[in-house]
């Protein structure tokens, strides 16, 4: 009695009709009369499916990536293994390339080092020259301070026109030399900057080297020569062991310039007042000299930072 209580109980919950899906023992004849009737009602759905996808752009592209797919090969295993020997090829290649690239960009890169070397050592003579050049006449105007004060002989004419021993008083012309001075206080600035220059750029390299960042160690980018060169320090160098000679250049220079300032006005002033020494009279320029070196000592003295003085 218990049993069929459980039986009825349970049938009244289940819907028998779930399983009328299930097949039962069918012949081959039902079977392919339910497989045709399986495959009609499956070409039903995808032709509706097509319409419906068909009426928007997103379900048109759908279908065309449909029919790409349907081209590939079914087993991937086997594409990967016969693309396996030509993607091997073209890395070793792309590496080869890679190894090419590197030595060409290398040794253009050295060449280009070379070009900038010939370009800083043209730099370098040219600054020389005017070192010495800028040397020489400070030299030769102390030459004659020392002269005018009794503390040098000085001969007044010479055998080459190209060593120093010209008198400023007789053989060059007292504007002449004023105006050299005034270059003297040129070249002196250009050295004075580009010795500046060349210390904060070595100071600057220097901080550098030392910190080296992540993003320098792992630049896996492709060599380019394109890509700008590793900052040369010769230049600097060169400019930082002739700092002692610029300075003392600098220190001439202001002198130079600032006595024969003083003298100028001195001389103007005589001139002005009539309290010109009848035996120095021809040894004064006319006032319109006097003036233009005026100028150019106080152009030189303004340019080293001595202006107010």
Known sequence: GIVHYE???????????DFDDVPAAMSTSALQA???????????????LTAKLASSQSGQNLLHIGTSLSSLPPDLHSLLTQLH????????????????LEKLVECGNEIRSEQRRVEHARECANL??????????VKRDANYRRSSLGLLNTPTTTTSPTTEGTSVATDLAKVDHVSSLERCAHITLCLVQDLQSSTDKVTTLTASKVVMTDKDRNDKSLPSLRTA????????????????????????????????????????????EGTVDHDNDDQIPPEDELLLMLGHCMRGLALLGRGKE
């Open 128 to 137: 020389y020259q005017d070192l010495m050049a800028a040397e020489q006449v």
């Open 85 to 100: 020997p030509v993607l091997s090829s073209a890395e070793a290649t792309e590496k080869q390339y890679v190894q090419r």
């Open 34 to 48: 339910k497989l045709k009737d399986l495959k009609e009602k499956s070409n039903k759905h995808s032709q509706i």
């Open 229 to 272: 060169l590793e900052e040369d320090t010769e230049r600097a160098h060169f400019l930082m062991k002739l700092a002692p000679r610029i300075r003392r250049l600098e220190s001439d220079t202001i002198t130079a310039l600032t006595h024969c300032m003083e003298q100028t006005l001195r001389n103007l002033q005589q001139l002005r």
């Open 7 to 17: 039986y009825a109980h349970w049938k009244s919950r289940i819907n028998m009709s």
